[in-house]
């Protein structure tokens, strides 16, 4: 557990760097284009074009680190005082600080954040815009002054240090040992951490004083990747090999490495086919003198190609080291996959990749099992999810409005996945659990929605239903007989459950919040709050419309003592894995008595007028009369 609870540190730790600079990257290619075209060595020297490299690689990409780190913790306000803080920084320092904007752009922002939270509703009627304006010039002028005289000395060291390491690991030619490192943590998702807190800081510092790095290419080179996914095309079985061709082509061109990530965890030996290769590509790029003068970022052969220097040497280099990894790990792959025995579940090893990186991933949809037609005389639709409580039905309650509106007649249910009827002809469920429906049901028509509230899908099979449906009159008297006969549950949703003008600082806080006013109702027993978190961090409960829906997993239900409801109002936002969370509905349900309401709450928050409507409203009785009018 303790060990689980790391890896998720390091992980959160290696998105947040990342999150700095990500949305930076179109900064990094501009200074790179500029740099590659205008010095001395480039294509088209140019001494006053090339006076821009500088100032931007000291000064702009600094400071868009800083504001961005800023605004991670603490929207614009933080970002504006993140970046005053990382003025500090830059100006105490010849080198291109980076790794002080990366620190003094969160403390900024995180800074100015307590002290908004400090002063929350005691400043006058009046005064709100001249104490936000001279609490963050203030504290932006502090944080400066302290980061020149302290923390640039020390980050001034700390690269320097490293600077000098990694000087020392290429004269003694071990820098190809660096792969022993690099390669298992892009299985394992840690590698922003080592790129962006590293190796780029000082590849910026190097381009900036030899032209050229090849710590850049470390991380970046695709020969590994591309190596093993053409072993699984030659030797895989099953799916993985009909699905690598198409990998390789993402990966190597696309630049997306993480899509070659689950071909390795389903066969865990093949990590030592990475290592190798990458081992082999870095020998490589050593003695022929490779690296690029700028970031290669996604990591495709066409960046590589762009960012290497103009020089016929360089290209010769850079290229040799990508082939020679790719066939280094190909050879090794495949000597793995002929010698031992191979999963054949991809999307078993897609999920476990999406587990591990701790959000959902980019290209986990590349690896569902393609769909053919919806089948004809549909009867039975089923939406599913973990426990069958919370998003199945809200979803459920969606397209059973619309199946009504288009005079179908088809039954629309909800239910858990373990419990998905054998006849169910179409079954709807969130991306990331639509394997394990597919293993239980694999001759349904299966269809994947990331916004239960809204997706698009929901229109798109009404009309491909609407040329061909029968069902049979008994089967339709008898669902709107159980829709008829459920007993009114308005009495659920109570005045005392629900809590205006909250704030969090992560969706947990705001999980547990949710799970102790359940605990304190008498809904559920005390340990349903951890079955809560646990189903989040198994599937997102964000339902789309800036809606969450937090409820136990299966297992759970038995520590459900009756259902219960409490309503969250966060006018700010949560950040939900990325996506803004203003109203939080936590659930408890027991033997389906909260279907009938959740159904009214699902079509209340499919209309975003509604939700702005909730997310203003001044009272408890005002939010719940918005519902309740639905």
Known sequence: MAQSNIKVAVQKFGNFLSS??????????????????????????????????????????????????????????????????TMGVIVGSDIPMFLGAMIMGPLGGYIIKKFDQFIEGKVKTGFEMLINNFSAGILGGILAILAFLGVSPAVDGFTGALVVGVDWMIAHGLLPLTSILIEPAKILFLNNAI????????????????????LLLLE???????????????????????SAPGAAIIHFIGGIHEIYFPYVLMRPLLIIAAILGGMSGVFTFVLLGGGLQAVASPG???????????????????ISGVLVAAVVSFIVGSLILKTGKQSEDLDEAARKMQEMKGKKSSVAGSFTKQQGEVPASVQKIVF????????????????????????LNISVTNTAISNIPSDAQIVIT???????????????????????LSSPEYDKLIDQLKNDHTTSKAEEEKRVSAENNT????????EENVFLNQHFSSKEEAIRFAGSVLVKGGYVEENYVEAMIDRDNMTSTYMGNDVAIPHGTEEAKKNVLRSGFTVIQVPEGVDFDGEKVRLIFGIAGKDGTHLEILSGIAITCSDMDNIEKMVHAKSAKELMAIIQSN
């Open 487 to 494: 007993d009114s549950n308005d009495g659920l949703l109570k």
């Open 20 to 85: 700095m600079v990500m949305p930076n990257i179109g900064a990094f290619i501009a200074w790179g284009l500029i740099t590659a075209l205008f010095i001395p060595t480039g294509f088209f020297p140019n001494e006053s074009l090339a006076k821009l490299v500088d100032p931007m690689v000291k000064y702009l990409l600094p400071l868009l680190i800083g504001y961005t780190g800023g605004k991670l913790v603490h929207d614009q306000r933080g970002g504006v005082v993140g970046a005053i803080a």
């Open 384 to 407: 599913a999810c973990d426990a069958g409580m919370g998003s199945s039905a809200m979803g459920a309650s969606l397209l059973r409005k619309k199946v009504k509106q288009a005079d």
């Open 430 to 452: 969130q991306e990331e659990l639509t394997p394990r429906a597919q293993n239980k049901v694999p001759d349904a028509y299966h269809i994947s929605v990331d916004n239960f």
């Open 195 to 214: 790129n962006h807190g590293i190796l780029s800081p000082i590849g910026a510092e190097q381009i900036r004083t030899n032209g050229q790095s090849i």
């Open 300 to 318: 495709s052969i066409l960046a590589i190609l762009a960012a290497t220097p103009g020089n016929a040497g360089s290209y010769v280099a850079n």
């Open 220 to 242: 970046t080179n695709p020969g590994p990747g591309l190596g093993i996914l053409l072993a699984y095309c030659f030797f895989g079985k099953g799916t993985a090999k009909q």
